[in-house]
């Protein structure tokens, strides 16, 4: 692939000759990429003077499908975007659906989606900072990162069958309600990860090597985040304090005490406590969502068209079998109305929004997803410039870059 | 206290003002899209430019008047929460929009973006080129009219030798 010029205002162009300066790739097959990404570095020395990345390796069409698949198909889809907080995809994209037919879902299962999405934020940033900790050589952390993360993995298998990929959520409502076990299972996690985050606390708050290596690094100021359109814990580590979750409360986050967790550093440090601090407060989130779980039903009534009725009713009666062939069959399915809607999470990564356009069908006739970590990539220039060659694997690391939502 | 959209009244031709489950959105002349943004930026107080992405209306059942392809300026406003989007419209042979880099750099790859996938152009962009899909790919695939699977790209990739790499 040519390599024109620098795709931001950089005072050197890269067709120049620039004689003193070497280049270096880096990516897109590089363990510290972690993901498929590719970075162009201009150096002096150890100094980065411009990264120019490139990006475009895992693309792999997910608008254009979304376009293909129905509603309830395309989960599927948004499980393989950011991979390291499946169901937080899931809720943010059925929770667009849902604006667009109109739908509110019932008490227990908004709860049961916020625990899910709070769990999917704990396990992102547990990845992210052990990461982050992994790339400045801090390994040990890594280990005691990855620990509570397969608890929250046991727990989402319990709720909904798979480890990884979930697709627990559907057009108003679960795949299943939760099981005792499962519940168990959470309240099991709730009593012992504040002990790990407090061993994890204790092993690189205050490391000297782990400090040195982040502090003071990729420093982002406000107005450039503002500007810039950066959002989540990236933009509350340089001190905009803005959160969906407060902000715009969706689900049942009203009901919930918790606090948003800021700082004003804007490195790559402020970034890592930031996103310890919010571990803490998902926590609190899940204490409270589980304790006080409502009784009732998961997904919407059957009325509505948009959910499937009980398979003993499909069975054992007229009406259950009248209303199973109306939401699948193609020509009934569900009825969207002509119009176009953008509804958006306070996802693990910053605002992680879905414009869908509804033509009628049980299809989206345009299903764009605004995915954060594309438009964090594009800070990364701006955040290198200046540093040397082994804080970019810092940069990186506390960006969390996943590349199958950058590419989508 | 005028509201955001009467301000925008006062001082532009809006197309079209509507509200859907809560969102407003307007819609504004192709050529007056940046200083409809402009204004919105520095007198309304929309600081966050949260995307900016396309519709191609091609085979819409309800085709909006003012051209096939329908882009997206979807504005927040930190201080007061308020969103707002903009829509402008263009067609075809007409497909070319101001950027608005020069208001946000969140712009910058967004639009890149939009000029990949529908292949709209955007006047006065820094540097306006292909971002995900490789430099010499010739269609913009988000187009109504890309089949879904593709113009046969995949199953003619050149085929590069030890030699030759």
Redesign the interface.
């Known amino acids: ?2 390599l ?6 950089g005072n050197l162009a890269h067709d120049e000759p620039q004689e003193y300066l070497w280049t270096m790739n880096f990516g897109p097959q590089h363990p510290a990429t972690h993901t498929t990404l590719r970075l162009v570095l201009k150096l002096e020395g150890e100094r980065v003077v411009d990264a120019m990345p490139d ?2 390796y895992l ?1 792999s ?1 997910f ?3 979304g ?2 698949l129905n509603y309830n198909q395309y989960v599927v889809v948004t499980d393989r975007m950011n991979y390291c907080s499946c169901v937080a995809n899931n809720v943010a994209w059925h929770l667009a659906v849902e ?2 037919l ?1 739908i509110e879902v019932p008490p227990r299962c908004q709860y049961l989606r916020v625990i899910v999405a709070e769990l999917a934020r704990i396990a992102d940033h547990l990845v992210c900072n052990a990461a982050v900790g992994l790339d400045a050589g801090a390994f040990t952390f890594f280990m005691y990162a990855f620990n509570p993360r397969e608890q929250i993995y046991e727990i989402l298998e319990a709720l909904c069958g798979a480890r990884f990929t979930n697709s627990y959520t559907r057009v108003g409502g679960l795949m299943y309600d939760a099981s005792p076990k499962a519940i168990e299972l959470i309240r099991e996690f709730v009593r012992k990860f504040p002990r790990a985050l407090d061993d994890m606390e204790r092993l690189l708050n205050r490391n000297r090597i782990f400090v040195d290596r982040t502090k003071g690094i990729g420093v982002l100021t406000k107005e ?1 985040a ?4 950066v959002t989540g814990p990236i933009a509350r580590a340089s001190g ?1 304090t ?1 959160d969906l979750r407060k ?2 409360p969706y689900l049942a986050y009203r009901d919930f005490d918790f606090d948003i967790c800021c700082a004003t550093g804007g490195d790559c440090y402020a970034r890592y406590l930031v996103r310890m601090a919010e571990m803490r407060e998902s926590l609190k989130i899940i204490h409270q969502a589980v304790e006080n779980l409502p009784s009732g039903p998961v997904s919407v009534d059957v009325g509505l068209r948009v959910t499937l009725p009980e398979k003993p009713q499909v069975f054992g009666t007229i009406e259950g079998l009248i209303q199973h062939f109306e939401v699948i069959m193609w020509n009934r399915g569900f009825r969207t109305p ?5 509804s ?1 999470i306070e996802a693990p990564n910053g ?1 992680l ?1 879905f ?1 869908i ?1 509804g ?2 069908s049980d299809r989206a ?2 299903a ?1 997803c ?1 995915p954060p970590s ?2 964090h ?2 800070l990364f220039p701006h955040l290198i410039r200046g540093h040397r060659l082994s804080d970019v694997v810092a940069v990186l690391g506390s960006l969390n870059i996943i590349a199958a939502e950058l ?2 | 206290m005028l509201s955001t959209i009467q301000r925008l009244r006062e001082n532009f031709a809006l197309l079209e003002e509507s509200q ?2 809560g ?1 407003k ?1 307007v819609v504004v002349p192709r050529e007056k899209v940046f200083e409809v943004l402009k204004f919105l930026k520095e007198s309304c107080g929309f ?5 900016v ?1 396309c ?2 209306y091609l085979t ?3 085709r909006p008047p003012w051209g096939r392809f329908g882009l ?1 300026y ?1 504005l927040l406003s ?1 201080e007061t ?1 308020e ?1 707002l ?1 903009v829509r402008a419209y263009c067609d075809v042979d007409s497909a070319s929009v101001p950027s608005v880099v020069p208001l ?3 712009a ?3 639009e ?2 939009v000029w990949d ?1 529908f292949g709209i152009r955007f006047e006065g962009h ?2 306006l ?7 010499d790919f010739e269609d913009h ?2 187009r109504k009219d ?1 089949p ?1 699977q593709g113009k046969g790209e995949r199953h003619n990739l050149p085929v590069i030798t030890r030699a030759e790499g």
Do not use: S
Not at chain 2, 129 to 134: K, T, W
């Open positions: 692939m040519p024109y010029r620098a795709d931001f205002a990006i475009g693309h069409g608008e254009k499908l376009e293909h604006k667009l109109g450039e503002i500007n810039r359109g905009v803005r902000d715009e002509l119009e176009e809607v953008y958006a605002e929004g414009y356009v033509d009628g006739y345009r764009r605004r594309f438009i990539f594009a590419d989508r | 859907f489950r969102q959105r600081d966050m430019l949260v995307d992405t519709v191609d819409y059942p309800r997206v979807n930190t929460g969103r989007i946000w750099e969140a910058n790859w967004l890149r973006e996938m820094p540097d080129r292909r971002i995900l899909l490789p430099e695939p988000l890309y879904l």
